[in-house]
């Protein structure tokens, strides 16, 4: 494009684009920041910047790298072809996507397409309130969420999302979602006891006695959890979370919308600890971004649920989703999926996660403000502290200085954002599934430089 016509582009983006997650009033005086390329790790912005993500697209979503032309191309042929139709009909990609993803995760068999990771949790939340409606006279329609947790954007995903600036000034929320306590055990009083992880499953426990097992159908929980500061379960939490769910007819429920699809080195981030979830949703790095998708996945035994009396119209799943029509979605979906396969990608996160865990923890020996790095593969956490010994938290505004430092030195690095008042101060990362070490030392690099500017 001509300098004329760039210009054009930024003018008509202040004068009409309204941006995700963003205050407007500094673009009243400045411009923003508008990506116009992408290949492997690096973007490019509309004056021709060039920047390292290590952010996936912002929000961990493109893992496979950008300007991947198989799944352009893969996208392009399908809906050449046959674009879209509404999904109670099937079509060939969608079939063949479903088959290839139930490969991945023994113990599921049914795979329902939609086009976000809000959407596709919707969908579990409908599958249990529609259960209890038809076995339980709607008792059992309580969905148990964890604190610090984040499931989507609408009113009831944020009404079973832990994160009270997500939700403020959106409700009143929809009715039926209970909090549990959170599993962080660097915030937890009993955080260094060896049985910590047990005792926060317990305290799950705790809340289904006491809003009574009859009227709780499920738990919803992330593997790790994401947004809310880069949490991972302590050892024993998702076995002792398991035999608690069977033990009181819960079903589990983990949403895989930002671990899934290699992010923390297996296929899918609950995999990591032997669980066996009734529904798995996911969406982001399932076609890395290149078409909008998201799916629920579900056990055979709950779909069998919707069979039960064909004779009673209101008992199969009425439910559908527009864009879960669209053929490019799980075409994108395959040619991604190949790419992880052939490239040997999830062999590439583990190796290169614990090159980033190391090299972070060796950031944290330089940096006392860094007070504990925690991770599974390319998906990490650095959270800075005032004060080691207390772990009192950093404002938010530090978190957001040492980002700003970064991105002016070419680098794109995540934080906890418009999340948790008190606790915004965790440093993200999750670069792109085929990041390198250079690509890691640039990130690690930065980091550092930003630490020491903004702590001086």
């Not at 961990?60 to 950008?66: A, E, L, Q």
């Not at 317990?202 to 006695?209: D, G, N, Q």
């Not at 009673?312 to 395959?334: C, E, H």
Request: charged residues 25%; proline residues 4%.
């Amino acid at each position: 494009m001509k300098p004329n016509d760039l210009s054009e582009i930024v003018s008509s983006d202040k004068s009409h684009v309204w941006h995700h997650l963003s205050q407007h009033k500094p673009l009243q005086t400045s411009d923003p920041l508008v990506i116009v390329e992408g290949k492997g790790l690096r973007v490019t912005d509309i004056n021709g910047r060039e920047y390292l993500d290590a952010v996936s697209g912002g929000v961990w979503t493109v893992n496979v790298g950008y300007g991947r032309e198989s799944i352009a191309d893969a996208v392009r042929d399908q809906l050449v072809k046959m674009c879209y139709f509404a999904n109670s009909a099937g079509n060939i990609p969608g079939a063949q996507f479903a088959e290839k993803l139930i490969d991945k995760m023994p113990g599921l068999s049914r795979v329902y397409y939609s086009n976000s990771g809000s959407e596709a949790n919707e969908k579990g939340f409908k599958l249990v309130r529609q259960l209890a409606a038809m076995k339980n006279d709607g008792k059992k329609h309580k969905v148990l969420y964890r604190d610090r947790d984040y499931h989507g954007t609408t009113i009831t995903a944020l009404s079973a999302t832990g994160q009270d600036q997500r939700k403020d000034q959106y409700g009143p929320f929809t009715p039926g979602f209970v909090e549990v306590p959170h599993c962080l055990a660097y915030r937890a009083p009993n955080g260094d006891d060896p049985d910590y992880g047990v005792q926060a499953a317990k305290e799950i426990e705790k809340v289904i006695l006491r809003e009574g097992p009859d009227t709780v159908g499920s738990l919803c929980l992330e593997p790790i959890t994401a947004g809310g500061g880069v949490i991972l379960p302590p050892e024993g939490y998702f076995e002792t979370v398991q035999e608690i769910c069977q033990k009181y007819g819960v079903l589990l429920h983990i949403d895989e919308v930002v671990c899934g699809m290699g992010r923390t080195g297996k296929w899918f981030g609950y995999q990591h600890y032997g669980v066996k979830p009734d529904i798995v949703t996911m969406a982001k790095g399932v076609a890395s971004g290149y078409a909008a998708i998201s799916v629920t996945v579900t056990t055979e035994d709950l779909f069998n649920e919707f069979l039960a009396d064909p004779s009673d119209k209101m008992s199969y799943f009425r439910d559908i989703s527009t864009f879960g029509g669209v053929a490019g979605g799980p075409a994108a979906a395959l040619a991604n999926m190949k790419i992880i396969e052939e490239e040997n990608l999830l062999d590439n996160v583990n190796n290169m996660g614990e090159y980033l865990m190391d090299s972070l923890n060796e950031l944290m020996g330089k940096h006392e403000i860094i007070g504990q790095v925690r991770g599974k593969g390319l998906f990490v956490g650095a959270e800075l502290v005032k004060d080691r010994n207390t772990r009192e938290p950093v404002d938010e505004s530090v978190a957001a200085a040492v980002a700003a430092d970064c991105l002016k030195q070419g680098v794109m690095i995540g934080r906890t954002n418009r999340s948790l008042a008190e606790y915004n101060n965790t440093l993200c990362l999750s670069p792109a599934l085929i990041c390198t070490k250079d690509d890691i030392d640039e990130i690690v690099n930065s980091i550092d430089v930003a630490l020491g500017n903004v702590t001086q």
